[in-house]
């Protein structure tokens, strides 16, 4: 049998409209104050560690002056597109600065030659002027040579005025002269500026070495008793030569001049004996590191070649190596110099 029936719940209303106002007013106070308190909050935060929430966009890397582009046609058309050329030669240099700007690592420039606008056809001293006068770090130069109907050239120089040398000097042909060639060409060197701006900004001067020549230590049988012969002097010769071509055109390191000291060690070729003085003459040479290459002699058909790389600030040993040659005579010192430095001192893995 079914219970008594409920009567339905009701809410209180507010007593009264004005208290009903009053509580909206302070819920919506409350929500207020809440919000400008996560407000000041976050502009604390802001003011007091601002690389954190609210840091600022990194500063551009570098500064870019694109100049204009020259251009010349001897395709020999009939029809005049000296307007069209025109145009497309400013949209590709728009182009360019919009594209080498878009993630903010470079800041384009204008120079000014003589009261007007510096163009690629300007003499080279008048646009260096200008770029130190801007502060420009790069400047972009080139022109466009339309060869015939379908084929342009087009010729890109990026000059690093802070260096005093050229990073880019690129020549690329594309394919006929609408719109849709013209941005295809831009976006082929846009990477390719890119590309070079990045390995210029990232460059590194190389360690200035000096490399003595390479000593004979005879530990044969006859050591102490055969002096060193013509041909032992020889293939000691080449061996450094060997050694200093190598480094050279690895482009890490710059040779310093050895054959100016006047140091016992390095004159007598006993660098290997004097507990690292090598490195206080390398640094009167101006050098930051020294190289002093040994070749040891076990019998006359044993050797081993090494090379010991030391610090001329502190005098610390940076780098050993060492190879053995067998069954062998002096005329291989040179090889063993060379694989020594291919595999252990100029190698990828060794900064």
Request: hydrophobic share 40%; with cysteine.
């Amino acid at each position: 049998m079914p219970g008594p029936r409920r009567a339905p719940r009701r809410f209180a209303p507010c007593a009264g409209v004005e208290r009903c106002q009053r509580l909206i007013t302070d819920r919506q106070k409350d929500q207020t104050m809440r919000s400008v308190s996560i407000l000041a909050a976050a502009l604390a935060c802001c003011l007091s560690a601002p690389t954190r929430l609210c840091a600022k966009a990194p500063a551009p890397r570098a500064t870019i002056a694109i100049l204009d582009l020259d251009y010349a046609d001897s395709s020999g058309e009939v029809e005049d597109q000296r307007a069209a050329h025109a145009r497309r030669l400013r949209d590709f240099v728009e182009a360019l600065g919009r594209d080498l700007t878009a993630q903010g690592e470079y800041r384009l420039v204008a120079l000014t030659c003589e009261a007007k606008p510096c163009a690629s056809s300007d003499a080279p001293a008048d646009i260096q002027r200008a770029a130190r006068a801007a502060g420009a770090r790069f400047v972009v130069t080139g022109g466009v040579h339309k060869m015939s109907t379908l084929v342009q050239w087009a010729k890109i120089t990026i000059a690093d005025m802070e260096r005093d040398r050229v990073v880019l000097d690129r020549l690329l042909t594309f394919r006929n002269d609408s719109d849709e060639s013209w941005r295809r060409a831009e976006h082929f060197v846009a990477q390719d500026i890119t590309s070079a701006l990045a390995s210029a900004l990232d460059w590194k001067p190389p360690v200035k070495l000096a490399v003595f020549p390479f000593e004979l230590e005879d530990f044969s049988g006859g050591g102490g008793i055969i002096p060193e012969s013509p041909e032992d002097a020889e293939q000691l010769r080449r061996a450094t030569e060997t050694v200093r071509n190598l480094i050279a055109r690895s482009g890490r390191f710059e040779l310093a001049e050895v054959d100016q000291t006047t140091d016992p060690n390095a004159t007598a070729r006993e660098l290997r004996k004097c507990d690292g003085c090598d490195a206080a003459i390398a640094k009167s040479l101006g050098a930051d590191q020294s190289l002093v290459g040994i070749v040891t002699r076990i019998t006359r058909t044993d050797y081993a070649v090494t090379f010991r790389l030391r610090d001329a600030r502190t005098g610390e040993m940076v780098s050993v190596g060492q190879t053995d040659l067998r069954i062998g005579a002096n005329y291989s010192w040179p090889r063993g110099a060379a694989w020594l430095m291919e595999h252990r001192l100029l190698a990828p893995q060794n900064p």
